[in-house]
């Protein structure tokens, strides 16, 4: 345990934690662009063989669309993503598990448009994700298809936890 004689001083915990926010941002930024494209496609195709009714031609209708759905949904999800990330911690009110959870859109439109019936779900995702009527809403980072992505998350809300942490320390001085 720590005193506060020898705690690590409020500007230099400062300076690491958006240090370490920053490489975390990055490197979720870039797995997101990365990954969601696959993820999208991979989704569709998942439902699609579950659901088993589609005939070939709106099965590959609809997998020529994922892969277009995909590339637009990494633009959408990322450019939210860099408005979170740029912002100060401070202001920062959602997490970017909470902006990645938006890709399901786009393969829903897809599986809507290829007659797909909607899934059951749980009580607990019906509420928590009204629209997500297919059960696509990725549950961690690594969902996407990176399990590496997954620690990404909470390395994160430590770094932002930090900054905090010690901004909050400098001003009770």
């Not at 020898?6 to 490489?23: K, N, T, V």
């Not at 797909?116 to 549950?139: I, M, S, T």
């Not at 590496?148 to 009770?172: F, I, N, Q, S």
């Amino acid at each position: 345990m720590s005193t506060t004689d020898d705690a690590e001083p409020p500007d230099d915990a400062e300076a690491r934690g958006l240090a370490m926010l920053a490489d975390a941002s990055a490197a979720i930024r870039s797995g997101v662009a990365r990954e969601v494209p696959g993820w999208v496609v991979r989704q569709v195709a998942r439902i699609l063989d579950a659901w088993g009714r589609a005939d070939a031609t709106t099965r590959e209708r609809a997998l020529t669309d994922a892969r277009t759905a995909g590339g637009a949904a990494a633009a959408r999800v990322g450019a939210a993503l860099d408005d979170l990330l740029a912002a100060d911690p401070a202001d920062q009110r959602s997490t970017p598990l909470e902006v990645v959870r938006t890709a399901y859109r786009e393969p829903t439109e897809i599986l809507r448009a290829a007659g797909v019936p909607e899934v059951a779900r749980d009580a607990f995702d019906e509420r928590a994700w009204p629209d997500d009527v297919y059960g696509l809403v990725p549950r961690t980072l690594g969902d996407l298809g990176d399990d590496d992505l997954a620690p990404l998350l909470l390395v994160w809300g430590t770094a932002k936890a930090t900054v905090l942490r010690a901004r909050a320390a400098r001003e009770a001085r």
